[in-house]
T-cell receptor
Framework: DAKTTQPPSMDCAEGRAANLPCNHS???????VYWYRQIHSQGPQYIIH???NNETNEMASLIITEDRKSSTLILPHATLRDTAVFYC???????????FGTGTRLQVFP | DSGVTQTPKHLITATGQRVTLRCSPR?????VYWYQQSLDQGLQFLIQ???????AKGNILERFSAQQFPDLHSELNLSSLELGDSALYFC?????????????FGEGSRLTVL
């Protein structure tokens, strides 16, 4: 699985959009980009995934660049509950396990 | 609530001892995954079982073993415990092999080795 690079930490004001970047320059054609959130010491929670098209669900939007070498997770209106570690993971579709990196610790402040 | 149940939630034991962590996956999920999260190592994939058979192995120590039973629940056995084994152990489940990548995680079992 391709390696991902994320900033170790970010801040965001409550109610504002949080844009979390991820670099995956070695991603291959059959690899998807996944995002998970882990609130302190709880089990990680799936947010969204995509291959090459932008994706949106009730939690977030995922923007993947045309060359697929990077992506951005957008939380449109960050809440205090979004204070968590966000993991960007690249995984081939024909494998099951997820390999977590170090993630981005997002701090949402009032 | 993810639907994945892990027991016990907390466990304190001494070095050299052996413990068993239990995981009940979501109803209908055939795959179970075990992860270890310690302060200095992040989330480490240990092992995956699919419908009773080992499917993938990660950084699992030889002192650790796991199995998945016919009713699909899984157990992670940790033996000859060391101080460094103190960590959160997460279990996750998913529907089938080649799934969409959505793993459902339990709330974890916190192991403290004294």
């Amino acid at each position: 699985d391709a390696k991902t690079t994320q900033p170790p930490s970010m801040d965001c004001a409550e109610g504002r959009a949080a844009n979390l970047p991820c670099n995956h320059s070695t991603i291959s054609g059959n690899e998807y980009v996944y995002w998970y959130r882990q609130i302190h010491s709880q089990g990680p929670q799936y947010i969204i995934h995509g291959l090459k098209n932008n994706e949106t669900n009730e939690m977030a939007s995922l923007i993947i660049t045309e060359d697929r070498k990077s992506s951005t997770l957008i939380l449109p209106h960050a809440t205090l509950r979004d204070t968590a570690v966000f993991y960007c993971i690249v995984r081939a579709y024909n494998t099951d396990k997820l390999i977590f990196g170090t993630g981005t610790r997002l701090q949402v402040f009032p | 609530d993810s639907g994945v149940t892990q027991t016990p939630k907390h466990l304190i034991t001494a070095t050299g001892q052996r413990v068993t962590l239990r995981c009940s996956p979501r109803s209908g999920d055939l795959s179970v995954y075990w992860y270890q999260q310690s302060l200095d190592q992040g989330l480490q994939f240990l092992i995956q079982y699919y419908n009773g058979e080992e499917r993938a192995k990660g950084n699992i120590l030889e002192r650790f073993s796991a199995q998945q039973f016919p009713d699909l629940h899984s157990e992670l056995n940790l033996s000859s415990l060391e101080l460094g084994d103190s960590a959160l152990y997460f279990c996750a489940s998913s529907v089938t092999r080649g799934n969409t990548g959505e793993l459902f995680f339990g709330e974890g079992s916190r192991l403290t080795v004294l």
